[in-house]
């Protein structure tokens, strides 16, 4: 009867490591992209510019110049002080692997029941490029154009 016991202890101190094992594994690159992707998007509808910002790099270029990390936050900010609520809704996310970075393409359709932006609510297909910066993922550069 020891034996079985000890066998037993054994057992399940082996199950406890796996499991322990199996709960520190990191997830994936692509999984943390997504993530933030989805952290961003969440963030852009609760008219969260602090959330917004996070994963997005110190020196993020958004469509060859047209808008930084400082006027995107400062936009949903302007949004939020406003009361204007921004409709997110996310596509399917594509991920592509090209050495150090992940390219992420998307589409997402953006809805306002303001009149703040209205020419600036549709559908759009986006482009990032995301990179790791102090074991972050972070989005440094993006495009995106109208979808018809």
Known sequence: MM???NMLCRWLACVVFALT???CRHDSDEAWVRAAIAAVAQAAEAGSAG????PISEDFEGNDGALDRRSLTS???LLALRGEHVGVTMGPVSIERRGERMVATF???LTSGGKLLPDQMGLYQV???WRQEEGE???YTASWKHAL
């Open 75 to 77: 936009m949903v900010r």
């Open 107 to 109: 589409t997402v359709t």
């Open 21 to 23: 094992l199996v709960a």
């Open 51 to 54: 959330d917004l910002g996070e």
């Open 3 to 5: 034996m079985t016991k």
């Open 137 to 139: 993922w972070r989005c």
């Open 127 to 129: 482009e990032s490029a």
